[in-house]
């Protein structure tokens, strides 16, 4: 069974660029605690 996998002779497939919805507030990431059980924004 040669080329089982069917992706035999194409090419990589490329995803469109990701962007987020239009009208939506940013997002804010927040980083968990669990021995104090707390939630704090994350800053990078």
Do not use: D, I, V
């Amino acid at each position: 069974m040669s080329g089982s996998s069917g992706e035999q002779g194409k090419g990589r497939r490329e995803q469109p660029q990701w962007s987020p919805p239009a009208g939506s507030p940013p997002c804010k990431l927040r980083l968990y605690n669990s021995l104090t059980r707390s939630k704090r924004l994350l800053r990078g």
